[in-house]
């Protein structure tokens, strides 16, 4: 087995081979006055609330479900859960086709229940963030209604049959009319999703539908997502996930009209509510971030080589895959890049969610390997955010039937597996009206069971959260110094715990420059063995020891 040796220190805002950077190292990014710091210290628990919890035998999750559930949450030791639309919909698009983002959807509760949540997260020390949908309605939305009936109203983008080619056809991503008004609007992503209109940053005389940034239209929609905000954080809720950030301006060369849009946004929210923070759904830090997000997430799409940061570790010959043929190295330096010009606490990272990440436990990645892949992304400086049901390895299915517009997504979305009861005690409904089908396999994993076997990946997810609580050199703002981004990663976290990951099968070896080394006192260990100033790591194994023994 070959043995590593490349060893670099990551401080916030820079790297230097050989020593620590602090914090106010030149070249970060300064924090924004007004930004708050919980967001770096926390981590995030995404939960699907259709499929999360079903509190009244509907088969479809709800809002008292997510409550009956808190206990489980705090346990775990999450800091904030992020749930999904919620509000009035056709369900088109799974409640992303929304027809009043201030209301709730009947089969999902009240507003009073959004409160009862609030209230009860809050008592055990969790925030709730809610989605928002900014770039589209449903076209049942009153706003879409009443566009259509006036030919003056600019909420959308509107071509005019004038405008419109003349042999009948219609441009990209542009759908005809249902009437009365004539023309066509443009679509955000699926027919039924007309783009709401925040301008164009370039005129084009081959598009003369395009109006810019400051028209009316745009204006009068950018203080109507004010208002929307400011109605959930006055209900207590703790900010958003903003959806489709990057595509709210239409041609907008370097995001720039983007990007001062959700500055301005930012700056009126920090105003009213100067503890919310906004999460961005567009895969770019370096960009997002410096926009006025809080954060932002690495996807499986935009950013850096189109989403290889995630995809490099999870999914397109990834380094968390048995065979051993990836690198953490497109990761590792993707966040360097990043943490150089933002600063750290504001790159949040996912291993899945309800769109195009997929679960760990994929058909190809097996349960034993999830562990090692949790060791990292509770001990790497980001914001973790976990999907719901990751913290037992539920499976991806694939094979199930299309549920309101999933389009495939649906294999991510399966009933969370609370035991071995009915339903995997989902819901009490009959198995044939659940809002997906369960897991049909006997052997699926559960929280009870797995809350009951102390080896299970779950005690060990909520030792590793504990463990981030415990200890400030394992949070966002602690340097890293990385032994070794081949097999096995291995990285200083704080000058004070080393961890190593090997998601392959076979065993790995690297060397590690610490005279600490020695006498490291095991924190979590799968069987590390250590010898001189090297380490061996067992196949899909893992370790983190405390150099301070």
């Not at 003056?152 to 419109?164: I, S």
């Not at 999460?279 to 799409?301: C, K, N, Q, T």
């Not at 200890?471 to 890293?480: N, R, W």
């Amino acid at each position: 087995m070959a043995i590593t040796r490349r060893s670099f220190v990551l401080g916030t805002g820079a790297a230097l081979a050989g020593a620590a950077l602090a914090p106010s190292a030149a070249g970060a990014a300064a924090p924004r006055p007004g930004r708050p710091s919980w967001l770096a210290d926390t981590v995030l628990y995404q939960l699907y609330p259709q499929s999360f919890a079903d509190s009244d035998g509907s088969g479809v999750g709800d809002l008292r479900g997510i409550v009956d559930r808190l206990d489980h949450l705090q346990w775990l030791g999450v800091g904030a859960i992020w749930v999904n639309p919620v509000f009035p919909s056709p369900l088109t698009d799974a409640g992303y086709d929304i027809t009043d983002h201030t209301g709730v959807h009947p089969r999902h509760g009240t507003e009073d229940d959004v409160v009862r949540l609030v209230d009860e997260a809050r008592r055990r020390g969790i925030r709730v963030l809610f989605d928002l949908v900014a770039g589209h309605t449903s076209d049942q939305h009153p706003w879409f209604l009443g566009s259509l009936r006036d030919d003056g109203d600019h909420r959308y983008v509107w071509a005019t049959p004038d405008q419109l080619p003349e042999d009948g056809s219609l441009p990209e991503d542009f759908v005809a009319s249902p009437g009365p008004r004539p023309g066509a609007f443009l679509k955000n992503y699926y027919d039924t999703q007309p783009a709401i209109n925040y301008g164009y940053a370039r005129m084009d005389p081959a598009e003369p539908w395009r109006q810019p940034v400051d028209a009316e239209g745009p204006r009068r929609n950018r203080d109507a997502i004010f208002e929307i905000l400011d109605h959930w954080l006055r209900l207590g809720i703790a900010g958003f996930r903003c959806d489709l950030a990057a595509t709210l301006v239409k041609d907008d060369p370097g995001w720039v009209e983007t990007g001062r849009l959700w500055g301005e946004l930012r700056e009126r929210v920090a105003r009213a509510h100067p503890d919310a923070v906004l999460i961005s759904e567009w895969g770019d830090p370096e960009v997002s971030v410096p926009a006025g997000f809080d954060a932002d997430f690495y996807l499986p799409v935009n950013g850096p080589g189109d989403g290889a940061p995630w995809k490099s570790l999870w999914h397109e010959n990834p380094f968390f895959g048995a065979e051993g043929t990836g690198t953490a190295k497109i990761f590792v330096d993707a966040w360097t890049l990043a943490t150089e010009r933002i600063g750290t606490g504001r790159i949040m990272l996912p291993t899945a969610n309800h769109d195009s990440a997929n679960r760990l436990n994929d058909g190809v990645r097996t349960p034993e390997e999830i562990p090692a892949a949790f060791a990292f992304l509770l001990t790497w400086p980001i914001v973790p955010a976990l999907y719901y049901g990751e913290e037992i390895g539920m499976r991806m299915l694939e094979g199930l039937p299309d549920v309101e517009g999933s389009a495939g997504r649906q294999r991510n979305r399966t009933p969370m597996q609370w035991d071995d009861g009915p339903n995997a005690g989902f819901s009490s409904a009959p198995s044939d009206q659940l809002y997906i089908p369960i897991d049909p396999d006997p052997g699926r994993p559960t929280v009870e069971r797995q809350r009951q076997d102390p080896g299970s990946l779950l005690h060990l997810v909520r030792r590793l959260l504990a463990l981030r609580r415990q200890h400030p050199e394992l949070g966002t703002d602690a340097e890293v110094r990385v032994f070794s981004d081949g097999y096995p990663l291995t990285y200083l976290r704080g000058d004070r715990f080393l961890v190593t990951v090997n998601p392959r099968r076979d065993p790995a070896t690297t060397a590690v420059d610490d005279d600490r080394l020695a006498g490291a006192k095991p924190v979590e260990d799968s069987g590390v063995r250590v010898e001189g100033d090297s380490l061996t790591v067992p196949g899909f194994g893992y370790a983190v020891l405390d150099l301070r023994g």
